[in-house]
């Protein structure tokens, strides 16, 4: 389980976090949901530790992540898929798939890795040869979820899959979160796409400026009339 | 034809020698973002090491020790002047790089006391004279265009095949998302120092084994004159750096051919104007990858 008690963090002047408290248990789909700079990013990014904490505790199955360098929060199992996909342009789609496996150096589970992002995205496959920069929207999305997956994650982070993306492609990507998580990854999901977040999510929690306001089962928010109201863009019945 | 000739095989012999220090400027630019202002000077301390470690050595210890005291050199620079920068502004890094220049530059003058350093012992057998398509030349002239196109290929295969080399190119492109991927960005710079620090120390012996002195600014003329190849080529890229540096030493040689002598620095530098104003990117600047 991964557990956030009291993490505040700043920086450039602005307190992003405000102090939340949040659990990711171990096989589940959690949804961190939110308006534009609310501190969903800062919330990953600070559990990957790109981003320093004021104060609080991030632990993994008891193992404080605060303060580790960002390879060994990876070695510890958890990966981030970054916002706007960020694959390397000039790198092959085979060759952003081996960078995923850049710490581990059992080649022949890396081989069989491959070939299991493969089978989850058979688009990828026809397109290994291809600079990831030549790619659609989508097939980026892809091979940024397959990218995170080599490193064989236990816990799978997702800043906003769907941005920038067709309805139809984010369904895609949606469904291949559930299959990926019904094979055992536990996933925390960023979204703004609420909607969709909510449907799939076993937890949830909303963050407004800093701060988390309401959480819940997915079924349980997706029924709240303040979330309708806010995110869901459904006007109250009065 | 026959006479300009030497100056073609002249010229190509320089150009390897501008491809050596470039390479160091172009790594360090593709990572970082920074012109390192003090590659220049690090090239001018690899030749004084020699000076001093080939007087009292045999050639057999005195060329590792150039090459290891130059990559510790390297490594040092970015360690202690430019890693604790990595969150402040580039303009900083920028203005602690000529800090470091002149550090190193005001060192080597407490330590040479200001005197140019004669090179009494040359490295042996490629200071022997060659004759070539009928022009004498040093075997150096001959061996440095070779040695710098099979170490080209040697860093190329290495950045290519191998994961550091992976972990380079991935920084190079998102920082962030490398570190993402677990490349421990500190090792990967590092790394870009060494191998830089490396070939400026191969570049040095093979420059300064073919002049009489090595003076504190010796570092500065064929310094400034590799940037400019590197900017010509496309900062960042290594084949650029590398077909940059060899057709400015053959211009400058041509031109010192035609018996224009006293124009062929101030070509180096017109050119390196007409690329910025032209074409900033350079011959082989960063391409943009389209959509197909």
Known sequence: ?238 | MQGILPYLINGVSVGGQYALIAIGYTLVYGILRLINFAHGDVFMVAGLIMVYTTASMPMYISIPLVLIFTVILGFAIERLAYKPLRTAPRMSLMISAIGVSYLIQNLAFYLTGGLPQPVKTPIPWISDTVTLFGASTKRVTVVTPLLTVALVFVLVALIKKTKIGMGMRAAAKDFETAQLMGVKINSVISMTFVIGSFLAAVGAMLYFTNYPTVAITSGGMPGLKAFVAAVFGGIGSIPGAVVGAFLIGLCEEIIKGLGQSTFSDAFTFALLIIVLCVKPTGLFGEKVTDKV
């Open chain 1, 1 to 238: 389980m991964l557990k956030i008690q009291n993490l505040a963090v700043a920086y450039g002047g602005i307190q992003a976090l405000r102090g939340i408290d949040m659990e990711v248990p171990d096989g589940k789909i959690v949804t961190l949901i939110g308006a534009n700079g609310a501190g969903k990013s800062t919330t990953l990014r600070t559990i990957s530790g790109l981003v320093k904490a004021q104060a609080g505790s991030i632990q993994y199955n008891g193992e404080e992540l605060l303060g580790k360098p960002i390879s060994s929060v990876l070695a510890a199992g958890i990966a981030q898929v970054p916002e706007g996909r960020r694959v390397f342009p000039d790198m092959t789609v085979l060759e952003n798939l081996k960078i995923g496996a850049y710490l581990r150096t059992d080649k022949a589970e890396i081989e069989k890795d491959i070939e299991w992002v493969y089978e989850l995205f058979p688009r990828l496959k026809e397109r290994h040869w291809q600079l990831a920069g030549t790619l659609s929207g989508g097939e980026q999305q892809m091979l940024a979820v397959g990218r995170g997956l080599m490193s064989r994650p236990k816990v799978l982070m997702m800043d906003e899959p769907s941005l920038g993306l067709a309805p139809l492609v984010v369904q895609g990507i949606f469904d291949i979160i559930r299959e990926i998580n019904r094979q055992g990854v536990t996933i925390l999901l960023i979204e703004q796409n609420a909607n969709m977040a909510l449907k799939i999510a076993d937890l949830a929690y909303v963050l407004e400026t800093g701060t988390i306001t309401m959480s819940g089962t997915g079924a349980e928010l997706l029924a709240d009339e303040k979330v309708k109201e806010a995110y869901l863009g459904k006007k109250r019945n009065k």
